[in-house]
């Protein structure tokens, strides 16, 4: 029988840290404390000390009338705060939380002597080196495909599998689909790999597999010249609180090429007044990036500071501009923001994407424009390295007309000459 914790403090850190632990990303959990923690003033202004379901529903409730009197359905955070009570209801009720809700993961059963080997190899892909729930729903569905694949070639036993079997698995894959066959063939190789350390397999076969490596070419990416930047940054009306905010936003994207997911994050830490620059933790790729805090955009930031920001005590620098005041944890509403503006700016989007990162494209464009060599411009933009940043070179047309060669003129008679593919 499962004990229950009561107590709402050992309660909630035992599920954050166990949400953790399976896969749950830090920012997603910040979003599902703060609903957790409103349980909490629930219970002390109740005086309950004890946590129960019950007590949980209570504070929906509550949580209910104060959020949605003036609207007609829930809002996303209202569906956000039901999902999060639900977590921490099934925790103390199970002890566990599903990391897989969706149907089709419910499908995917591993059944027999290959199937508990994948079962296992997924728990210590989960447990071990913590991949993200996302992940692991890829991980499985690809092991799945390769069960499958065993079942119909009548291979039960996971001695059964020899390379043969793997070379024709992966030359029945579709290349044209959704899913590369590079990411399938990764996560055989890896599986593989942990049947030999387990001595399942008597071979390693994760060395014998061939590589396969699939790229995929990017289309051109949307560019702005200088002067449709500063149209749209001057469309922008800084009269009222919400377009100090958007102001602010629109220069970092412009000036700086942040990406919309680092801006909607930015706190106060990673403004560095003291040296004038903007140290971050760049959420895609988990690498911090330093740049300088401009004068403009710093001037931005501290105008919607001082006279656009709501009173909170959030350590996000950008905040909503209507209640409930929380922090833009959504890059899709940076992208909003910046979308309008270009609307609102007459300027010619036609055929051309026009959100924060085309601000981000256009601004490495000016920089190939001003003969920047390339490891700056992987440094401002927070590339891993120059292989990302090297695509950008495509747009970059004056210096691709320059390493156009002349063809050399044709010979005289050079069609009629014995031998030659004319020769008549």
Known sequence: MIKRIKDPDCLIAEAEEYMLAVG???????????????????????????????????????YLRSRSRKRKRPNRYLKNFVYAVGLLNEYHQTGK?????????????????IGSLINDFLRYKRQEERLSVTR??????????????????????????????????????????????????????GFMRYGFVKKSLPVDYSIKIPKCKTTIQPKLPSTYSKKEINDLIKSVDRSSASGKRNYAIILIAARLGLRASDICRLTFKSLQWDTSTIKILQVKTSKELELPLLSDVGNAIIDYLKYGRPESEESNVFLTARSPIEPLWSSNVVTH?????????????????????????SLSFRM?????????????????????????????????????????????????????????
């Open 24 to 62: 749950y990303s830090p920012f997603t959990m910040i979003r599902i404390k703060r609903a957790w923690l409103f349980i909490q003033t629930f219970m002390i202004s109740k005086g309950v000390s004890d946590y129960s379901v019950d007590i949980a529903k209570l504070a929906v409730h509550q």
């Open 97 to 113: 939380i599903k990391t897989w809700s969706r149907t089709d993961e419910k499908r995917l059963v591993f059944k027999g002597p």
């Open 136 to 189: 692991m729903a890829c991980y499985r569905r690809y092991l799945f495909r390769f069960l499958i694949y065993c079942h119909k070639k009548h291979i039960q036993q996971v001695r059964e599998i020899d390379l043969p079997l793997l070379l024709h698995f992966i030359s029945s894959l579709d290349d044209n689909r959704s899913v590369p066959v590079a990411t399938i063939v990764s996560t055989l190789r």
């Open 337 to 361: 923001i910046v979308q309008r503006a270009f609307k609102k700016a007459n300027i010619n989007i036609k055929d051309r994407k026009f959100g924060p990162h085309s601000l981000r494209h």
């Open 368 to 424: 190939l424009e001003q003969h920047t060599i390339l490891p700056v411009i992987s440094e401002v933009l927070g590339h891993r390295n120059t292989e990302s940043t090297r695509y950008y070179l495509r747009i970059d047309l004056a210096s691709m007309k320059q390493c156009i060669l002349e063809v050399p003129p044709t010979k005289a008679g050079f069609y009629q000459q014995k031998g030659g593919w004319y020769y008549a």
